[in-house]
Every structure is written in structure tokens, then in C-alpha cells.
């Protein structure tokens, strides 16, 4: 009877030591494999923002009546905003397996707005439209709400931080898997002609995304 309880007890210390060894193996294969995704790099995923770029809109010196002023950009692609990143030269050795907004946000900001007489408010709104769309499909096109501009300095100041809707983000998403398709920012803004004689507003949008790929 003692001999079988020893037996026990020496099968169960055996299965203790190999439960503990095979234990440490897992761990470590799982911490090297970690160890050495690290070293390698074998993921990149990063947060920017990209900036479709500045637009003055400005009240022409020969409006003298309440309309309309409008200020556009240039022909723009996701690819051409991605390389005004500061970390474009290692971004484009990236093998891209996509590009999310991140957060779900679309962002409006303004800077270097006045105003004569001094601190009147006008309002604006920002329009998204697609250059060139095939044939197949009506063009992609959104409009953001309209936000109101008011004296401020060169510093950059957010306008309007809104949800995209479905069909912004249909749009967005459309953009941001094929980079190289063109569209265009408009800024529309009205003024009362009543109370203000001049005035001008430097404005861009903003797109937080996430970009992820291979190194």
C-alpha cells in the first residue's frame, strides 16, 4: 500500500514538473513570437490627419449687395493629400492594406478670420464633390453643415465636428481605396451686406484616418 501511495505521488510530481515545463514553452513561444514581430516590424498601422489644404474665401471688393462667395480647391486625390504628410517617405515603402476614417469624424476648421466693421459673423458651409466620375454612377457629393465664422487669429480653430452620414461615408470610402481619384472641396459663404463691408476666412477640412499595411 505504501508503495503504491509513493508510486502516486512520484507519477503526480512528474505530471506537476511537465505541466510546468510545457506551461513555460508556450510562454515563451508566444512571447518570442511577439519579440520578434516587434523586431521586425511586420505591422504598420499609424494615425494621421490628412488636410485637403487651406482656401481663402473672400468678399470681392465689387460685391456690394448679400450673395454668395465661393472658394474652392484644387483638383485634390488621397494619395497627393497623403504625400503632405510630414512621414510620407515612410509611409509610401508601406504595402497599404487600407485606410479608415479614424475616428468617425469629418472635421471643418478656419483661421485669419475678420471682419469690417470688426467681430460681425457670416456663416459657411463646405461642399465634397467628386472630379471625373465614370460613367456607371452619379458622381459622389455631400454637403456639411453650414457653421458659423467668427473674428479670429492664425490659429487653426474647429468649425464643425460632425458623424458622417452614409453617404458621406460612402463617399469618403470610395476616396480613401482608390487614391488616386480626384474630387474637390468648395467653401460657400454669405454675408449681410447691411453690416459688413469686407471680410475673409481661410478654411480647410480634416480627415482623421488610420493607415495600415506591411512595411
Do not use: H
Not at 456639411?144 to 470610402?173: C, G, H, Q, R, Y
Amino acid at each position: 500500500m505504501i508503495i503504491q501511495k509513493a508510486g502516486v505521488f512520484r507519477l503526480l510530481r512528474y505530471l506537476g514538473v511537465f505541466c510546468a515545463i510545457t506551461m513555460g514553452f508556450f510562454s515563451i513561444v508566444a512571447t518570442s513570437e511577439d519579440d520578434v514581430k516587434d523586431a521586425l516590424d511586420l505591422e504598420f498601422s499609424e494615425n494621421y490627419e490628412l488636410s485637403t489644404g487651406e482656401v481663402t474665401v473672400a468678399k470681392p471688393a465689387a460685391v456690394q449687395i448679400a450673395e454668395v462667395v465661393k472658394g474652392c480647391t484644387d483638383s485634390l486625390s488621397v494619395r497627393g493629400v497623403m504625400q503632405n504628410l510630414e512621414d510620407w517617405e515612410d509611409i509610401e515603402k508601406v504595402d497599404i492594406d487600407s485606410i479608415k476614417l479614424d475616428p468617425k469624424k469629418i472635421r471643418v476648421e478656419y483661421r485669419n478670420a475678420w471682419t469690417d466693421p470688426a467681430n460681425e459673423t457670416f456663416s459657411c458651409t463646405a461642399t465634397f464633390e467628386e472630379l471625373n466620375p465614370p460613367d456607371t454612377r452619379d458622381a459622389y457629393t455631400f454637403s456639411l453643415p453650414a457653421f458659423d465664422v467668427t473674428f479670429n487669429d492664425s490659429t487653426w480653430k474647429t468649425a464643425v465636428d460632425i458623424d458622417p452620414t452614409d453617404e458621406m461615408m460612402n463617399a469618403i470610402n470610395y476616396f480613401l481605396a482608390n487614391r488616386a481619384e480626384t474630387f474637390k472641396i468648395c467653401y460657400e459663404c454669405t454675408f449681410d451686406e447691411q453690416t459688413i463691408d469686407d471680410w475673409s476666412v481661410g478654411i480647410r477640412l480634416i480627415l482623421p484616418v488610420k493607415i495600415t499595411g506591411t512595411p
